[in-house]
């Protein structure tokens, strides 16, 4: 066997080992505070909704494992089970010119996956989502949703994808180079079109209604010398009970959206504090600083697929016996997140740390008590867990668990009142 497909095979085995382990810690975690609503939220939360939300995620997390399995089963037999190669080999056969070939080859690849996944987001949605009551979205949303996004992809990806295929035939040794800076620029131009081109294909979006909460919004905006397109309500009940409130675009198209979900259960103060925290993240930079983050990985991802791609040690090692561009970033998207894995803790711990840094922002900019009871409420209508093992936490959450976030909230209110004397 090749060295590196020992390397490969070993890397994807531990990764699934330690998936394995965190889902279990996560469910054990979850079985074992299942009787008792943890008691800074028993005021708040019934031991109903407690043991629903773990219900809930338990189901999910079963579910998440046969999806681990399906995966890992694909990428095997994609690579070494030698499927690229078939539909590399099927494509050649056809003789098109070399970078029709190349687009064909992936646009095969990415088609067959997302038909493998189909099963499963319709499982998630209809089965567990619905049993839960969380589903509100029917069979006829669903395949329209799908329809849009396959053609979405298909007139945006395919452009793009033609592009890099290009730079890594034709473009000499610096071709990486350029194709980090088209890669970067459609991100950016992605960011700047989603609110205004791309979300409104899905939902409708309308401005804020309400007066009151409208000047209460406004005031604070100001306050912060936030300029933008405004605050947007979205449709989010379309499709989810699950409420929410992000933040997107940049420059003059940058917007606040909060699902109409969200407003629904949430007062004037509670809603005016979600928005600080929203608020949180734009004043800190996080959204440039994330930017700046995915640039220079990109950029490295880069450098070693323009290496990967000379060597024919990567491309047999991996199961597929043609070198060719299009086979090497095939390999490259598909096996890099296997490696990847493992330093995924350090971006949650980054996004954690940011979470905090917006809290600290929504606590000196409104009322830190509406912020708490916002989270209590979301934790509840999301069922999300309260009960997070942490580990698992450590790997994969990208927001801190609530107990830890609101009493943070506690602390910072804590020291405030001190210093104000
Ligand atoms: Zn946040």
């Known amino acids: ?56 995620n338990c189901a999910k997390l079963r579910f998440g494992r046969f999806e681990l399995g399906w995966e890992t089963l694909w990428l095997l037999l994609w690579t070494l089970g030698g499927g690229i190669s078939l539909i590399d080999g099927w494509w050649l056969q056809q003789e098109l010119p070399p970078l029709l070939t190349g687009v064909l080859v992936v646009a095969t690849l990415i088609l067959a996956s997302s038909i493998l996944n189909l099963p499963f987001d319709y499982y998630h949605t209809f089965v567990i989502e619905e049993r839960f009551g969380f589903n509100k979205t029917t069979l006829a949303t669903w395949l329209t949703d799908m329809l849009k996004s396959t053609l979405l992809v298909a007139l945006l990806g395919t452009p793009l994808l033609a592009a890099i295929l290009w730079l890594m035939s034709f473009a000499g040794n610096l071709w990486w180079l350029y194709a980090w800076l088209l890669w970067m620029s459609f991100n950016l131009l992605m960011i700047w ?52 409130a992000y933040f997107s675009g940049f420059g003059r198209n940058k917007r606040i959206v909060f699902y109409d979900t969200l407003l629904k259960t949430l007062s004037v103060d509670e809603v005016e504090a979600v928005l600080a925290h929203e608020l949180g993240h734009y004043k800190r930079h996080h959204i440039r600083k994330m930017l700046l983050m995915s ?112 009493n943070h909230l506690l602390a910072l209110a804590d020291g405030g009142a001190r210093s104000g004397g």
């Open 295 to 406: 640039s220079t990985l990109s950029f490295v991802a880069f450098a070693l697929l323009a290496w990967l791609m000379e060597s024919a040690w990567f491309y047999h090692a991996l199961g597929v016996e043609r070198v060719a561009t299009h086979n090497a970033l095939l390999l490259f998207v598909l096996v890099l997140p296997i490696f990847a894995y493992f330093v995924s803790p350090l971006f949650s711990a980054l996004s954690r740390k940011h979470e905090f840094e917006a809290d600290e922002f929504a606590h000196a900019n409104s009322d830190y008590r509406a912020l708490i009871s916002a989270l209590v409420n979301l934790y509840r209508d999301n069922a999300s867990t309260l009960t997070p093992d942490p580990v698992h936490s450590v790997f994969y959450d990208s927001h801190p668990p609530a107990s830890i976030r609101i």
């Open 1 to 56: 066997m090749a060295l590196f497909t020992a390397v490969f095979l070993f890397v994807l085995v531990a990764s699934v080992v330690v998936r394995l382990w965190l889902f279990r810690r996560q469910v054990g975690h979850i079985r074992a505070h299942y009787d008792r609503v943890p008691e800074a939220f028993a005021e708040d939360i019934s031991l109903a909704d407690h043991q629903l939300a773990g219900d809930y």
């Open 193 to 244: 079109a989603y609110p205004a081109f791309i979300a409104p294909l899905f939902n409708t979006f309308s401005q804020l209604q309400d007066e009151s909460l409208r000047s209460r919004i406004e005031a604070l905006l100001q306050r912060c010398g936030f300029h933008s397109q405004g605050v947007f309500v979205v449709d989010g009940s379309r499709r989810s009970a699950h409420g929410n």
